[in-house]
């Protein structure tokens, strides 16, 4: 069984801590995570100069009392760069306005793995580059570093340039609220391709489940209001997945009743007998994220479009007609 190294508040050594004293720290993009981190550094004690184009984010980064700058002028003056605008922007970004500032000596930190691992980012010799991602959406990032319970992160050190990178990744996880809950030593390999594994073989494999039984539910003639409700619409399985989270896969399942358990451990049973799943769901994880396929069809110039034929025909389908009907009948 494969483990990861987990730091915590109380196993750091006050020594890793010393990495960010002197150092500025910057936080480019003022939007979900950076918001968030930018007031959990500044509540850890620290100044972070903030990089915003000149807008609705800069004007509240502003209104928050942050030291607000350009993109570039805010990078120029950190010596630890806080990379958290959207990850397609990032390439480019980087390129244009964040290399020319960064200098030998200086640390990148990205919040997810993705760009570095799939070569998407040029970071200029000298530079440190490390991964601090938090596994929070960037609003309870802050609430829970303020209500002190944490929450999960993924480190790593991808390039050290000068040595103590990894204590400055400690430091940094540590002074965002990272450490609370438990800073989980990764590598932005992994986190990129357990990202895109849940996104490209479990989240379509439980939207093909939802699909497929919708059309067996109405081709046996009950009613769409009765099929999506049972299915989703009443949010039960948003409930029985904070349980699962809570209470484990199957301590879970004392709160169905007792006929529910048995119908659900005796036909989960029945799926044990064939891995065409697993088979399917390897495909994905070696053939498609990590030979590098996907990443490189997402970054061609007609991805976009793509994806938005995608979303089209999504919005089109059976499914997504009778909701919305099924919806305007419910009312709000
Ligand atoms: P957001 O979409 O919230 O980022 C918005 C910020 O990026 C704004 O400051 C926006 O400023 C800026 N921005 C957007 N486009 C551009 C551009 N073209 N040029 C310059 N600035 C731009 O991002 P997130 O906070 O969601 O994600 C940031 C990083 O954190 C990503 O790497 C993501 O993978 C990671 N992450 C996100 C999590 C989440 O739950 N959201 C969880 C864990 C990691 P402007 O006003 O200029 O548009």
Redesign the pocket.
């Known amino acids: 069984m494969a483990h990861a190294e987990i730091h915590r508040d109380r196993s750091i050594d006050a020594a890793d801590l010393t990495a960010l004293s002197g150092r500025t720290i910057g936080v480019i993009?003022?939007?979900?995570?950076?918001a968030a981190q930018a007031a959990n550094l500044r509540d850890s004690g620290h100044a972070p100069v903030v990089g915003?184009?000149d807008?609705?984010?800069?004007a509240s980064a502003a209104e928050e009392g942050f030291d607000l700058r350009s993109?570039a002028d805010a990078t120029d003056a950190a010596d630890v760069v806080l990379?958290?605008?959207?990850?397609e922007?990032q390439p480019e970004?980087v390129r244009s306005e964040i290399a020319p500032g960064l200098r030998a000596g200086d640390t990148l930190v990205?919040?997810?793995g993705y760009n570095f691992h799939f070569g998407l980012l040029e970071v200029p010799d000298g530079v440190d580059v490390v991964m601090v991602?938090?596994r929070?959406?960037?609003a309870a990032v802050r609430d829970r570093y303020v209500d002190r319970h944490g929450f999960p992160c993924f480190v790593s050190v991808e390039r050290d340039a000068t040595g103590r990178a990894w204590e400055t990744t400690l430091a940094v996880a540590r002074a965002i609220g990272g450490t609370l809950g438990g800073a989980i030593v990764s590598s932005a390999r992994e986190e990129a391709a357990l990202d895109l594994f849940s996104e490209q073989a479990v989240w379509p494999a439980i939207l093909d489940v939802v699909r497929t039984a919708h059309r067996v539910a109405i081709e046996a003639g009950f009613s769409e209001e009765a099929v999506l409700n049972e299915l989703y619409l009443s949010a039960e399985p948003a409930e029985v997945f904070a349980h699962v989270a809570r209470d484990g896969l199957f301590g879970q399942l004392g709160l169905h009743s007792r006929t529910s358990q048995y119908g659900q451990l005796r036909a989960l049973r029945a799926l044990e007998s064939h891995d065409e799943q697993a088979s399917r769901f390897a495909r994905v994880m070696h053939d498609d994220i990590l030979s590098g396929d996907f990443a490189r069809e997402w970054s061609r110039p007609e991805a976009g479009e793509r994806l938005d034929a995608l979303r089209r025909e999504a919005g089109e389908s059976p499914i997504a007609a009778a909701e919305a009907e099924v919806r305007a009948r419910l009312g709000p």
Do not use: H, T
């Not at 993009?29 to 950076?34: D, I, L, S, T």
């Not at 807008?55 to 800069?58: P, S």
């Open positions: 993009g003022f939007g979900n995570q950076g915003n184009r807008d609705a984010y800069a993109i990379l958290l605008v959207p990850d922007v970004l990205v919040a997810s991602a938090p929070m959406i960037g």
